[in-house]
């Protein structure tokens, strides 16, 4: 069965410096979303993508953050200056052959990124 | 406002009792799915089940929808240890992008 592939599995950076985290969505979907969940919180929208543009962002996603679609399979999400309260794990998610609504997000694994 | 939230936050049952979780939510719904969530892992698709229907079966999952009273449950039905995990109902509101609102989930224990 298709799934949502992510990388890295964990990310270490250092405060203030820039990270991409990269996700391979299931290659027919057309919509495209980026959450984050903080330990012991909730999942929470950060973006999702459409048709290579932003469809909707969420108040956490500020000037800070940014994603790209470069070549039709990856998905990437770009935080350039990394704080200490980025650190969460960031999952990816990928829905919809078609613009029927009622269709399930499928999500990856996560990439688990920590600021030190 | 709290969107999707579960109830209870904790439950801890013996392998083969039934697990039921609820979920409710303050504005209306396109469609609500519930997600499964093992320990650091990612979220498992469960069940999607859409504003006009009532219940909806997947093997062991029972999951129904009151749009009345803006609730839902899953049941789990003679469990296993294996199904030990978190799980979450999000709810999709519809729009342009579709995204999902979280609630906090349950951690069901299924002790062997």
């Known amino acids: 069965e298709p799934e949502v592939t992510q990388t890295p599995s964990h990310q270490v950076t250092q405060m203030g410096q820039e990270v991409i985290l990269r996700c391979v969505p299931i290659?027919?979907?057309?919509?495209f979303y980026w959450y984050r969940q903080i330990l012991g919180q909730k999942v929470e929208f950060l973006v999702s993508?459409?048709?290579?543009?932003?469809?909707?962002k969420s108040e956490i996603f500020d000037d800070q953050f940014s994603v790209e679609r470069p070549d039709g399979s990856n998905f990437t999400l770009k935080i350039r200056s990394t704080k200490l309260e980025d650190s969460a794990m960031y999952f990816c998610?990928?829905?919809?052959?078609?613009?029927?609504?009622?269709?399930?997000?499928?999500f990856g694994d996560g990439t688990r990124l920590s600021i030190l | 406002s709290q969107q999707g939230e579960e109830d209870p936050q904790a439950l801890s049952i013996q392998e083969g009792e039934n697990a039921t979780m609820n979920c409710s939510y303050k504005?209306?719904?396109?469609?609500l799915q519930w997600y499964r969530q093992n320990s650091g892992r990612g979220l498992v698709h469960l069940i999607l089940?859409?504003?006009?229907?009532r219940e909806k079966h997947s093997g062991r999952l029972r999951v129904t929808l009151d749009t009345s009273k803006k609730s839902s449950s899953l049941l789990i039905t003679a469990s296993r240890a294996a199904d030990t995990a978190s799980y979450f109902c999000?709810?999709?509101?519809?729009?342009?992008?579709?995204?999902?609102?979280f609630g906090k989930g349950t951690l069901l224990t299924v002790n062997p």
């Open positions: 993508f459409y048709n290579n543009e932003i469809s909707e």
């Open positions: 504005t209306s719904i396109n469609n």
């Open positions: 089940i859409r504003s006009n229907e």
């Open positions: 998610a990928s829905r919809g052959t078609t613009l029927y609504s009622n269709q399930p997000q499928h």
């Open positions: 999000a709810k999709n509101s519809g729009g342009s992008n579709y995204k999902l609102t």
């Open positions: 290659s027919n979907h057309l919509y």
